[in-house]
């Protein structure tokens, strides 16, 4: 039954059509082009089987791809106060829900539970109208749009990372994506998906932050 589900869904939920959002990694790439950096690809020597890949800049020096992930460059981004934020949002925005995200609305419409550490709105969009209570980490910077963690019920969305239309909740960098959560909110959420069955789409279940949450919640899984 649907009404016993919690579905947590990842990046991949989102790439297929007529969403199509960049992954992670892809939002990264695109950043770093508007700020004027380009990849370089050339075919591996006699002895380095494969491509050589690098980041060139006119006015800086090279780096290899991929030796800053998505989250360290995010992270030097905020740090030099680099507005990248915005842009992002608007690029995650106005794409129409897919499958994945039809499936959601309808475990969220039956009173399960949906995670998701993406930003977009497809499962918001696939909902349609209605009361649908959304929760998020940064709830305290739009109270009136969006719940603490700590107020999960039968029938929420927990957007873990922050959404699209809420861009000062967007959690984009290595210090934001390593920091755990409170445990007021790690034990309501896991007392939540108490014996659920929990379906896991388009994840790989990696983030340092929600690493607690997520052994906890697959240790007490009634099927995953």
């Given at each position: 039954?649907?009404?016993?589900w919690l ?7 989102s ?12 939002l990264?790439?695109?950043?770093l082009?508007?700020?004027g950096w ?5 075919p591996?020597?006699?002895?380095q089987?494969?491509?050589e890949?690098w980041?060139?800049?006119r006015?800086?020096g ?9 989250e ?6 905020t ?20 499958a994945?995200h039809?499936?959601a609305?309808?475990?969220l419409g ?5 995670w ?19 929760l ?8 009136t749009?969006?719940?603490p ?5 039968p ?13 000062k909740?967007?959690a984009?960098?290595?210090e934001e ?6 445990q007021s909110?790690?034990?309501a959420?896991?007392?939540a998906a108490?014996?659920?069955?929990v379906?896991?789409y388009g994840?790989?279940a ?6 607690d949450l ?10 995953i």
């Open positions: 039954s649907l009404t016993n579905l947590i869904l990842g990046a991949g939920a790439v297929p059509p007529p969403t199509e959002l960049p992954t992670f990694a892809d990264s790439s695109a950043v082009r508007g700020l380009g990849l370089v690809t050339r591996g020597g006699e002895h089987p494969g491509e890949r980041w060139e800049h006015w800086y090279r780096f290899a791809q991929p030796a800053m992930s998505p360290v460059l995010f992270g030097a981004l740090t030099y106060r680099v507005d990248y934020a915005e842009r992002i949002a608007d690029r995650l925005s106005r794409k129409p829900p897919n994945a039809v499936v609305a309808q475990v039956a009173k399960g539970l949906v998701t550490t993406n930003f977009d709105r497809g499962v918001e969009d696939a909902y349609g109208d209605g009361d649908l209570l959304r998020s980490r940064a709830a305290e910077k739009y109270p749009m969006l719940s963690l700590e107020a999960i019920a029938g929420t969305l927990a957007k873990l990372h922050g959404t699209v239309d809420a861009v909740t967007l984009f960098a290595d994506l390593t920091r755990p959560l409170h909110a790690v034990d959420l896991v007392g108490h014996e659920r069955t379906v896991i994840y790989a990696a983030d340092a932050d929600l690493t997520l052994v906890r919640v697959f240790g007490d899984a009634g099927e």
